[in-house]
């Protein structure tokens, strides 16, 4: 299955920007498409926390998010799984001076049918748009003024 990374540079520090997106219950800010979250687990945002989801992208879709690994101000990864399928999620971010290069990765797991059939042609154009919007949307947040 196809997988699908893009990258961006933003001026901010790393802490900043790696807080911001480990708190999965603000993905809903900068997510490309209408989107829902609720945390499930209590605490801060750690390896094991869980989230219930609603997304609108072809379709209403309810699902989970399990955050599978945090690396202080180096990576975030998360999995959703919902009526479509599984998917990983990972951002990377790489301190540069005066800010972060931050690289977004989507890569389908498992795909239920008929999504399986139609993922790989469509997903070309309609992930790597995603993913744009998404970084674009981070750096906005993160350049501007600091998050509430």
């Known amino acids: 299955m196809p997988v699908f990374e893009r990258e961006t540079t933003i001026n901010a520090p ?8 480990a708190d ?3 993905h809903p800010e900068w997510a ?16 094991g926390s869980t989230y219930k989801s609603v997304g609108k992208q072809m379709g209403t879709h309810k699902g989970t998010v399990e955050i599978t690994e945090l690396v202080p ?5 998360y999995e959703s799984e919902d009526d479509i399928g599984r998917f990983r999620h990972t951002i990377n971010l790489t301190p540069e001076a005066g800010g972060v290069r ?3 990765r989507f890569e389908p797991l498992s795909l239920r049918f ?4 139609m993922f790989p042609i469509g997903s070309r154009f309609v992930a790597a748009k995603g993913l744009d919007r998404d970084l ?3 750096k906005e947040k993160m350049e501007g003024s600091p998050p509430a």
Do not use: M, T
């Not at 790393?14 to 997106?21: M, P, Q, S």
């Not at 490309?32 to 390896?47: I, K, M, N, R, Y």
């Not at 101000?73 to 990864?77: A, L, S």
């Not at 008929?114 to 059939?117: A, C, E, F, Q, T």
């Open 73 to 77: 101000n180096q990576k975030v990864v």
């Open 24 to 26: 999965i219950g603000r």
């Open 114 to 117: 008929p999504y399986s059939i």
């Open 14 to 21: 790393a802490d900043k920007v790696f807080n911001y997106l």
């Open 136 to 138: 674009q949307r981070i």
């Open 32 to 47: 490309a498409h209408p989107l829902q979250v609720e945390p499930v687990s209590d605490g801060s945002p750690s390896a």
């Open 102 to 104: 931050l690289s977004k």
